[in-house]
């Protein structure tokens, strides 16, 4: 499909509100609006396709959360899309990361400490100097309030505040937060101005320190890594572990790997490292997949082999004494790697 881009405009991005350019994507063939791209200097390049709701808080908090924190910095375009698998790929050139809907509202925190520690992983981000101060204004005339409004929007994004347009009544919701964060003593507060206009938080050694173990804790990870052959006669494959992946509790990623340069290896080193478990289907003894499973190894990930019956005896010497999946039909594949996921790393809630 040849895309092209039109109606470009300046508006707030979606995340972090600073102005940005937003064109329609269309199809180049019919002129159907496929999807709204924005290209942000914060948030760099990101498209929402047309059916999605982008006044749905929670949805844009998961995707700030997303490109502040799992987004690697290979990818060129991050789409967000309603049923698309999640898969990375070339096009025209660019690095695409696709992501569907269900998987990335994923990100969004299920309980306060959750919401608490990605909280805080955001903010780092965005506030990233130890003198940094976060500063909302709370105080003062009905006009200076509002002039410091869209300080605050940014903030509600960051803290997963979910109260729907902001404005001067509901700026508690955020100080309120920040104050239960603060009585954890993962951020300090300081009140200034003469009675008290200003609300000034930074974090404190001891919320870095909290952050610094988040960042190396593996298991927050909700991804598994996919390593294998990815050609149409596997498509049946892909469906039962990617069904079988989400019936554990994670979301499948996958690298489509078919015609591509050396320009996205980069990536999916990346994804691999920041996956929880990493699946390898030997089936076709595809290089790359034996390589990418030495990799996930290397990083003492835990890495679930499998292998079609009929490609089973041409399995690689080295890895022969390894414990190997060997099925015959895509039920039975399905079948003993949700039983595997479950022995090995756990079903997720």
């Known amino acids: ?37 924005y290209n942000c200097q914060v948030c760099g390049l990101y498209s929402l396709e047309k059916s999605i709701d982008r006044e749905n808080n929670r949805l844009i908090q998961a995707l700030y959360y997303f490109i502040l924190n799992e987004k690697s910095a290979n990818i060129d375009v991050l789409v967000v899309s309603e049923n698309t698998e999640s898969v990375i790929k070339e096009e025209n050139g660019r690095i695409v990361q696709y992501i569907s809907e269900e998987d990335l509202i994923t990100y969004y925190p299920i309980d306060f400490s959750q919401k608490v520690d990605k909280s805080l992983l955001n903010l780092s981000k965005v506030y990233s100097e130890y003198d940094s101060y976060i500063t909302i204004q709370t105080s003062g005339t009905v006009q200076e309030i509002n002039k410091g409004l869209p300080v605050a929007e940014k903030i509600k994004n960051l803290i997963f505040v979910d109260c729907g347009e902001l404005t001067n009544g509901k700026l508690y919701k955020i100080t309120s937060f920040l104050d239960l964060i603060a009585d954890m003593e993962l951020i300090k507060k300081n ?46 494959t892909w469906e039962m572990i990617s069904r079988a992946i989400r019936d554990s509790g994670y979301i499948p990623v996958r690298i489509d790997e078919k015609e591509h340069n050396n320009q996205i290896v980069p990536e999916i080193l990346y994804e691999i490292r920041k996956s929880h478990f990493v699946i390898a289907d030997l089936t076709g003894h595809r290089n790359g997949v034996y390589y990418e499973a030495g990799y996930a190894k290397a990083l003492n990930k835990e890495v679930i082999l499998t292998c079609s019956e009929k490609d089973f005896e041409n399995r690689h010497f080295d890895i022969a004494q390894q414990s190997i999946i060997k099925w015959k039909e895509g039920q039975e594949l399905y079948d003993r790697l949700v039983r595997r996921i479950e022995a090995t790393v756990g079903r997720r809630k």
Do not use: P
């Open 191 to 236: 009140l200034s101005g003469g009675y008290s206009y200003f609300h000034r938080y930074t974090i404190s050694s001891k919320g870095w320190l909290h952050i610094q173990g988040l960042q190396k804790d593996v298991n927050v990870s909700n991804q598994a890594f996919v390593a294998m052959w990815f050609d149409t006669s596997a498509n049946n």
């Open 1 to 37: 499909m040849v895309f092209e881009y039109v109606a470009e405009k300046h508006v707030k991005c979606l995340c972090c509100r600073e102005t940005t350019i937003m064109s329609s994507c269309m199809d180049g063939s019919t002129s159907t609006l496929i999807r709204y791209e």
